[in-house]
């Protein structure tokens, strides 16, 4: 599994890339982590698309606290935090800062660094609900998106432009969901913290590349015999999992548990639903990044949601669940009280929660109960 | 003697009203759990922090009683329930409360701010309704909304009726929506929620983009279709202009009030004052029948006491605003004047700063979705900090007590930006204040105290200073 290891030196040399790139008079178009930032228009656009989903950095966190209160998610405080106190390089280097507003964590970094900072910041709604009137606005959303980065970069996004940037994104999430397919077998053939890097680096490195190196996984994992400890099979989901915020995956993994499925609302890119090449591109994009995509838990109601985990439950042959939130993230925390009773009733499975707020201290407690779990569902 | 007759009629009930309810007071105490001793407490803690020498504060302690009353029974009593949840689209539940007026068979209401004001503030006796909510998905220690612990929480011990329908404002705040999900989930209720989108860019309000009303709009046409389907209950154009006009009338009877207690001295505490500022957001019933004669009674008092040159602190006591009162805890309210603040104001009645003229919409729908933009704090963050900013600016206070919500995410979301902008754009002394309006077990009158008296002490030796001429 060579290739895998090349994303990670990929991962290393973005900002350099980066940076050369703008040198070029590159725009580079940061948007906030979610799954509701069609990257197609930035590509179409003749832009660089970068999410800024780095997190896990307890002192990201207690920067963020002269600019924002405690009571918020511990993910958007991070960013809050590594943004200003000028942590994190990529929010030095992009030109545009599009949020799709999703919930009132999200909200208050878009407030925050419109309010602190020089960086142009772009919100735009993502609905609640699934249905007509939410739907159009969603679109309205996107057409806005369209019109400003056409401004920003001077190239008119035409029909062509984008239906060849589509084609460019769908084959990705086409060999995502090929290379995640394949842990469907048991024992899975690759481990879920190259799966996660995958999916961090299908968000910051380029496009093309990014294809080139998992048509050559996808290959590799054809040829290759399985080479994954057998151990209980986990489903992993919750609110965020950032680039940078691999403890859970390490700590299940040292349990002896194996992530074979994650589901998250920020961290894993929606590769399940490709983006329709017929009828009007900028429909075909709100049908996909709105209407299809299972929904997070800040959705009401949230049903789909629990459907979806079910679904990915049975059709992953999970021994387990683990959730995985961070803290401060009220839709979660809700769900995570209810979930339970209806995995329980649709498919017999114990769950586990587990909150964190990037804090080393809350390392050793959590091992245990990971730890715990594991063993009591191996029994 | 009825164990409860001495409380009601220290609430300004009258002899026969509690004769005629007697089943209906008895019933409501019995499924609250309310016995003798209740009532002693209730009347020791109202003989100590209300004006109870005032007609008006009675009849508004009175009124708080009958909205509990109503509430409670709603459901033995055959009525349809609808709730709202907080902070309310209180435009729609006025116009759906008028609507439902003639046949008098609907409770339509935001139960959590009822159960705060009696539960909580009048008999002290909330923290088992919160335990409950805490059991219930919104455990302590995670910044959960005790508002909404409230309300879950008073549902499953069956203290609350389960409502027909729940409306849910599904934008501003993440939490309401999903504690509205998780009462369905458990209780079986409809929810119809109300979405939009809090997306403006910062620094655009009053400014907002059309197509937020055209969204806003489906979703309040959405929810009075369902409520046709559902109960049968129209919405027209003369409902909504006289369900409108019979709450202004009632707000503006507010406004008047608060006119003569910026006097100074201050003529009124602000427990007194919460009494009658906090009806218009829980009750939508008994505050259209008989908050509007309580608010004149209250007033006339009040005027006669600026007369007389009365005051609860003494005069040229610092004046600060304070974003908010506590709902649960009258100590707390009490306290500001205890350090020797006059407190003439809250932001609830600020002057609302100048916007655009309306346009023209037609549907009635779209006039509602256009007055929560307008109302800033539907619209923004910024939004709610301008409106607040500008309001303040045509305010004679020497600081400002900019208390907040620890658990209420839309108020953390702006808590320090609120803070740095308004010291920005007004320059007076503001104490940025984390605490808990609906829950005083963490945030007592008490732990609060130190930081109140030295804000008090600062404003105090600022205005010496000012009144030497040196500052």
């Known amino acids: 599994m060579e290739t895998i290891n090349k994303i990670e030196s990929q991962l290393r040399f973005r900002l350099k890339e980066l940076k050369q790139a703008k040198e070029k008079g590159k725009k580079i178009i940061g948007y906030v982590p979610g799954g509701y930032f069609p990257e197609e228009l930035v590509i179409a656009a003749g832009a660089i698309p970068v999410c800024m989903i780095r997190g896990g950095d307890k002192a990201a966190i207690d920067a963020s606290l002269a600019y924002i209160d405690r009571w918020l998610d511990t993910f958007y405080r991070a960013q809050i935090g590594s943004c200003l106190s000028g942590e994190d390089p990529y929010y030095n280097i992009i030109d545009i800062l599009f949020d799709p507003l999703t919930d009132n964590s999200n909200r208050a970094l878009s407030d925050t660094l419109a309010y602190h900072t020089d960086i142009e910041i772009f919100p735009f709604g993502v609905p609640h609900t699934k249905d007509e009137s939410a739907h159009e606005y969603y679109l309205h959303g996107i057409n806005r998106v369209k019109k400003r980065l056409e401004e920003l970069t001077g190239v008119e996004i035409t029909s062509d432009r984008l239906e060849e940037a589509i084609l460019l994104c769908n084959k990705e999430r086409e060999l995502l969901r090929k290379i995640s397919l394949l842990r469907q077998s048991d024992p899975s053939p690759l ?51 950032a680039w940078g915020d691999n403890k859970i995956l390490n700590m299940i993994e040292d349990a002896g548990g194996n992530v074979v499925i994650e589901s998250f609302a920020e961290g894993i890119t929606p590769y399940w639903y490709d983006v329709k090449t017929t009828g009007d591109p900028m429909k075909a994009l709100a049908e996909k990044y709105f209407m299809d995509r299972a929904v997070p838990a800040w959705f009401r109601p949230c049903n789909e949601m629990h459907k979806n985990l079910v679904r990915l439950a049975q059709d992953f042959s999970v021994n387990g669940v683990i959730w995985y939130q961070l803290m401060i993230r009220d839709s979660y925390k809700i769900e995570s009280y209810y979930f339970p009773e209806i995995l329980k009733k649709e498919t017999g499975l114990s769950m586990l929660t587990l909150e964190s707020d990037y804090d080393p201290y809350e390392t050793g407690q959590m091992r245990t109960r990971i730890e715990t779990y594991i063993e009591s569902i191996v029994r | 003697m009825a164990f409860y007759k001495e409380l009601l009629t220290l609430c300004a009930f009258e002899e026969d009203e509690i004769a005629d309810q007697k089943q209906r007071i008895e019933r409501t105490f019995e499924i609250l759990g309310l016995g003798p001793e209740d009532m002693e407490r209730a009347i020791e803690r109202i003989n100590k922090f209300y004006a109870v020498e005032l007609l008006g504060v009675r009849k508004a302690l009175g009124i708080w009683f009958k909205e509990l009353f109503d509430l409670v029974l709603a ?81 499953d011990m069956g203290i609350l009726p389960v409502p027909d329908l729940a409306i849910g404002v599904s934008y501003y705040c993440d939490m309401g929506p999903k504690a509205d999900e998780l009462m369905s989930h458990r209780h079986g209720n409809d929810v119809e929620y109300l979405d939009n989108s809090m997306d403006s860019p910062w620094g655009t309000w009053p400014d907002y983009d059309p197509e937020k009303i055209k969204f806003m709009a489906a979703q309040i046409n959405k929810l009075f279709k369902s409520l046709k389907n559902k109960f049968g209950i129209e919405i027209t154009d003369e409902v909504y202009e006289k369900g409108n006009e019979s709450i202004m009338q009632y707000f503006m009877a507010v406004y008047g009030l608060n006119h003569h207690i910026s006097a100074d001295p201050c003529p009124l505490s602000l427990a007194d004052a919460q009494l009658i500022l906090n009806l218009g957001v829980g009750s939508t019933g008994v505050t259209i029948d008989e908050g509007f004669e309580a608010v004149q009674i209250l007033t006339k008092e009040v005027e006669k006491r600026v007369e007389e040159g009365y005051g609860v602190v003494p005069k040229g006591a610092p004046r600060v605003l304070i974003y908010l009162p506590s709902f649960v805890d009258p100590a707390f309210n009490n306290l500001l004047n205890e350090v020797g603040l006059a407190v003439p104001i809250t932001a609830a009645l600020l002057p609302p700063p100048e916007t655009p003229p309306p346009y023209p919409f037609t549907t009635i729908a779209e006039k509602l979705a256009e007055r929560m933009m307008y109302s800033g704090v539907f619209h923004s963050a910024y939004g709610a900090i301008k ?85």
């Not at chain 1, 995958?198 to 054809?222: F, R, Y």
């Not at chain 2, 209401?109 to 006796?125: I, M, R």
């Not at chain 2, 302590?140 to 008073?154: D, E, F, I, T, V």
């Open chain 1, 191 to 241: 481990d879920s913290n190259h799966f996660v890097m995958m999916n961090h680096a299908s968000m910051i490195i380029d496009k093309k590349t990014q294809i080139e190196t998992l048509q050559a996984i996808v290959e590799e994992l054809g040829e290759a015999a399985p080479n994954v400890k057998e151990g209980p099979r986990i489903l992993l989901t919750g609110s965020t999992l």
């Open chain 2, 387 to 471: 409106f607040f900013a500008e309001g303040l600016k045509s305010t004679k206070v020497d600081g400002v007590i900019f208390n907040y919500q620890h658990n209420c995410r839309p108020c953390v979301c702006r808590s320090k930006l609120s803070k740095d902008y308004l010291d920005k754009e007004t320059g007076l002394p503001m104490l940025l204040l984390e605490m808990d309006f609906y829950d005083n077990r963490n945030y007592s009158a008490s732990s609060l105290q130190t930081r109140l008296e030295a804000f008090a002490e600062m404003l105090l030796a600022k205005k010496a200073e000012a009144n030497k001429g040196i500052v």
């Open chain 2, 75 to 155: 459901k033995e009593e055959g009525k349809n329930v609808i709730y709202f949840g907080y902070p309310p689209p209180l435009l729609i539940g006025y116009i759906i409360k008028y609507a439902t007026k003639p046949g008098n068979d609907y409770y339509v209401g935001c139960p959590e701010a009822v159960l705060c004001q009696v539960l909580g503030q009048l008999f002290d006796k909330l923290n088992p309704v919160l335990e409950a909510g805490e059991a219930l998905g919104f455990p302590p220690g995670h910044g959960m909304c005790s508002m909404l612990q409230n309300r879950n929480g008073a549902l």
